[in-house]
Nanobody, 125 residues
């Protein structure tokens, strides 16, 4: 089992950057694939990006390609979401999620067994 805690959210102007962190407990975090999702007001939770447990391969939603980057530091049990060129439409609560070894449902909320509590990102215009 793993517990996840996100941090790094806040208020930023359009065009600015933030780096979110997802810190995990547990000694086997390196075996977990991690996804980032977001949920804006009145919207469904949507996939942002993913990093695999094995090769560190990453996949992104089209609307963040070229702006967001996911990385991981298994020694620190932490996954990062670097967000650049932020837009007001990026305003949302951001969640990290983990699943041991990952699955083909990496871009779906159904693909993850563990979730963090979320961190709010607000981008002002």
């Amino acid at each position: 089992q793993v517990q996840l805690v996100e941090s790094g959210g806040g208020l930023v102007q359009a065009g600015g950057s933030l780096r979110l962190s997802c810190a995990a407990s547990g000694r086997t975090f390196s075996r977990y694939s991690v996804g980032w999702f977001r949920q804006g007001p009145g919207k469904e939770r949507e996939f942002v990006g993913y990093i695999s447990w094995s090769s560190g391969s990453t996949y992104y939603a089209d609307f963040v390609k070229g702006r967001f980057t996911i990385s991981r530091d298994n020694a620190k049990n932490t996954v990062y979401l670097q967000m650049n060129s932020l837009k007001p439409e990026d305003t949302a609560a951001y969640y990290c999620a983990a699943d041991q070894y990952g699955s083909s449902s990496y871009n779906s909320v159904r693909g993850y067994a563990y979730w963090g509590q979320g961190t709010q990102v607000t981008v002002s215009s």
